[in-house]
């Protein structure tokens, strides 16, 4: 007969749970502090200072939304982060279910590409696109082409969702299944592949727009006026003006990501959010 | 209904031969099984046929029509796959309209149809059900209706029971092989699985090393193997090497017995060694009354090993010529125990001789 093991001390083994609980609190709250503090701080500066000898409230926040250049700018970098997502999976999702269906010794390569903007410096990459971009006047002045260079950053984040995804389907059963039925690659592509990709697509989009909604060197370098832009220049002289500015933009990206991963789980599929089934 | 000639396809991977010069003949309405071990090239010729590899040489022809040209998504065949293969986001209905849709085909008769095969497989009452829903031996039922949604010139099977129990792979063959003779479609089977083979085609095609060894009906492949390697592989079979003594009298000696082969053909010259194949369920042991030695065998032997099968029983004997598999009822095995002395016999006219 298997031998049970019992503890020893029923006092002992309750004590030790309870010391470990305590740690795992204590640690709970550092991160959560470590978090939750500056963002309170922030909430808290921008309702701070007085207007007329009472308290500002949301004065600042209708200050800001007053700005003609607060919506502009807000507008401006919403149109980059949309186009960025669009241009994003237009080049990336075709792309992945190539190398995984027809190119598979490609993936490594792609892997490594894929976390190359991780080690190279925005100002180094911009620094390498100017002189290329420069003879495209068309695009080069036009804030249009800030979706163009968001892709490299949004990169590694949508090409290792759709990635994780495309290893979580039996792809090349489901490829072979559907052409068999009649269908066409593309026919496979958008009837079979997207949908089942629906997860990966909208976890990596979502980061995409926090890229796309964030990003302050290169659109600062070249000159366009951004969300994020426009925050720092409010920042140099209006620091109230700033902390509600930071606040609106957390919440607006909250929103969206929030939206669109609700938008995600309304599908029909199972796969979880990561694109693992 | 089609028929469907493969005819001197080749094919190889780097240095492997996967199919070499193979040809095959399936008539219109046929049920014909690839059946060999991994790596024989059975799904590859199948692969061929539905476009998704292309033999280096050879040709596919469908209705005497070359359909080599043509990508498979226009080759009108009907595939279920090993793979569980149902699109995950589709429910079951709307995998069997899928290929419907793409033919745009009305919706009312697609609905119709794939409710009518849902019926045919059993299968009406889970229509709604997603995938993950459905067990694995449902899941390869749809594939199934799936695959016949649009009346294919051919149905291509590659393997598609060995992910399920044995139990549902029983239930599924024959359902399988029901819904075949009910529609009268041509039908390409792939397997592994010798039983599967023979209990549901009208002929197997034995293949090894991208050549077809034997084609024949079932019946044929297991009682009369042309080669060793059908012999062998179809089976459990028992072999010994033996010399021809006589071939006139199309005798040869195994041990002790000399033995008369009552085979049409026997193309050998005396004093050639040969190799004889019994199946164990030709083989009858003899035990002896009250303690005395048995006879009128060929051999006596000892029983070495007790195999339990359900309805027969496996019995190894060690005799003077080696060791000797029978399969008995398991009534009759009864009376066996371990190290019985036992006398061997065989039917007659089951003894098949082979070139060494």
Redesign the interface.
Known sequence: MAAIAVPTSNKRRRGGHGRLQLWHVFWIIVAVLYFVVPLYSLLQFSFEGSVNHHSAGFHWFLTVFDDPQFRSSFWLSVQIALETVLVSNLLLVPTAFWIHLKLPKLRPVMDFVSILPFVVPPIVLIVGLVPFLQPFTFIYSRPEVLPLIYVVFALPFLYRSLDAGLRA??LK??S?????????TL?TLV??VL??L?QSIISGSLLTVAIGMGEFTISSLLSFNTFPVYIFNIGQSQAYEAAALSVISLLLIWGIMIGLFLLGRG?????ALGAT? | MASVELQGLHKEFGNVVALDDLDLDVAAGEFVSLLGPSGCGKTTALRCV???EFPDSGEVLVDGKDVLGL????R????V?Q???????MTAQQNVE??MK??RRPRSERSKRALELLELVGLSRQAER?P?QLSGGQQQRV?LA??L??EPAVLLLDEPLSALDAKVRVQLREEVRRIQLELGITTLYVTHDQEEALSVSDRVAVLSEGRIEQIGTPAEVYTHPKTSFVASFVGTVNRAEVTVLSASGKTVRWGPAVLKLETEAFAYHDGDAVTLYLRPEDVTLGLGRNGTIPSGGLFNGRVTSITFLGPVTRVSVRTEVGPVVADLSSAEALELSIDSEVSVDVAPGALRALAS
């Open positions: 389907i039996d059963t489901l072979e299944a559907s052409a068999n039925l009649g269908s066409s026919g009837r079979v949908p089942n629906r599908g029909r599929t199972s796969i089934r | 539905a476009g998704f990508p498979a998504n226009k009108n065949m009907g595939m796959f793979a569980y293969s149902l699109f995950p986001n899928f290929s793409i033919r997603y993950r594939a799936r695959a949604a649009l």
